[in-house]
Structures are given as C-alpha cells and as structure tokens.
C-alpha cells in the first residue's frame, strides 16, 4: 500500500526566512508523480509544485522547490523568502500510474511571523 | 474562468438523514474526484467520475454514492448519515483524471452532523 508521511505537524518561520517542510512516501511503483498543495485558511487547496518521479531535476517555481530524493523516498518542500500570505496547511501528495486518486499527507501547518 | 464551484458552503444534518452536495469542474474538464477531510487530517480519496462512469473508488461504505451529468456536473450523495461523516468535502476536477494531471479543488462543502 502507498503511504505519505508529513512528521511536521506545524512549523514556523519568521518573514523572510527560508524553511523546509519534509515528506516521505513509501511505494513499490516506478511510474508516479508527487505534489505539494496549499490550504490556506479560506480552505481553497492550491498547487505549490509537482514532480514527476522520472525526472531527475528538482522541479522550481519562484520561491517554491523541492529536493525529490528517489532512493530514501524523500520529497522536501523548500520556501525561500517566506511571506506572510505563505501561511496555511501544506499537503503532499503522491499519485502512480494507472491510478486516478491522490493519496495526501496529514499536513503540515505552516505559520510564517511578521 | 470560473474554478471549481461547490454547494452549498455549509450544512448540518443530523444522524440518520441523507445530503446531497453538488460540484462543478473547471470548463472543460471532463473529470471529477471526491475526497473526504476530516478535522486535522489529509483529504482521503472518495470517488472518482469521468465521462460520467465511475472510474475509481476509495474505501467508503455503501452508504456514499455519486454521479456525474453530461455537463461534467457532479453529485456525492451519502445516506444515513453518522456523526463521523462530519467533514469538509471536497470536489477536485481535472482534464481527464489521469494521475499525472494536477488537480484542481474547489473550496468545499462543511458537513456537520449533529
């Protein structure tokens, strides 16, 4: 069975500081993609960044990377320059091939201080 | 354009009754997921249409049903409602449901159970 595990039930951060959000995953499959979504307070769950597992290069998106490390099954969340606006629920996700749902985390809540 | 759209926002039933929650995708997305969020935990995967067939199905009892329209519109029914159905739910839609496809939510229904 697939799993997803988020050790980090919350963190915090100050503004402007980087910080780090853990995940790992455990999987038999070859063929399979990773996500992190947002929850912010208003419940709206947006997409952060995705990966899909062939490709070697961590995937970035403006402050956003990851550090996808497929041997230890370790998928990290960085945020660089953090905001305040960065504050809410963050989730991993992991999906395979030939399935069609999401299996999610339990999250990790992020609160990033003035 | 218009995200994904879920009504109503907010609902209380009580033990025993049936809810009807309902769910629009994104224009042209053919595809639509249910996943249940439970207070401090990570959405779990419910169902999942396209093209008006079931394609996927998650661990839920009977009592959970859905379907989808020709509009791509989608309706989760759950019957004999138990205090623990109490949660957020979501709807998520996306092109084709593949797995590689991100997922986009709407903001989410909020069932209560009294």
């Known amino acids: 069975a697939q799993t997803v595990t988020q050790s980090q039930p919350e963190m915090s951060v100050q503004e402007a500081e980087t910080v780090t959000l853990s995940c790992t995953y455990d999987?038999?499959?070859?063929?399979?993609?990773l996500f992190w979504y947002k929850q912010p307070p208003s419940r709206q769950m947006i997409l952060v960044i995705r990966?899909?597992?062939?490709?070697?290069q961590n995937a970035t998106e403006n402050r956003f990377s990851v550090n996808f490390q497929k041997a230890a099954k370790s998928f990290s969340l960085k945020i660089s320059d953090s905001q305040l606006g960065d504050t809410a629920m963050y989730f991993c996700?992991?999906?395979?091939?030939?399935?069609?749902?999401?299996?999610f985390g339990t999250g990790t809540r992020l609160k990033v201080l003035a | 354009d218009a995200g994904v759209t879920q009504s109503p926002t907010h609902l209380i039933k009580t033990r025993g009754q049936h809810v009807t929650l309902r769910c629009s995708p994104i224009?042209?997305?053919?595809?639509v997921s249910w996943y249940q969020q439970v207070l401090g935990q990570g959405p779990q995967f419910i169902f999942q249409?396209?093209?008006?067939?079931?394609?996927g199905r998650g661990n839920f009892p009977d009592r959970f049903s859905a379907r989808q329209f020709p509009n791509y519109s989608s309706e989760l029914n759950v019957n004999a409602l138990l205090l623990g159905d109490s949660a957020l739910y979501l709807c998520?839609?996306?092109?084709?449901?593949?797995?590689?496809?991100?997922?986009?939510f709407g903001d989410g229904t909020r069932l209560s159970i009294l």
């Open positions: 998520a839609s996306s092109i084709t449901g593949a797995s590689n496809q991100p997922q986009h």
């Open positions: 999987t038999s499959e070859n063929n399979y993609y």
């Open positions: 990966q899909e597992a062939y490709k070697q």
């Open positions: 996700a992991f999906s395979y091939s030939g399935t069609y749902k999401y299996i």
């Open positions: 224009s042209g997305h053919k595809s």
């Open positions: 249409y396209y093209e008006k067939e079931e394609r």
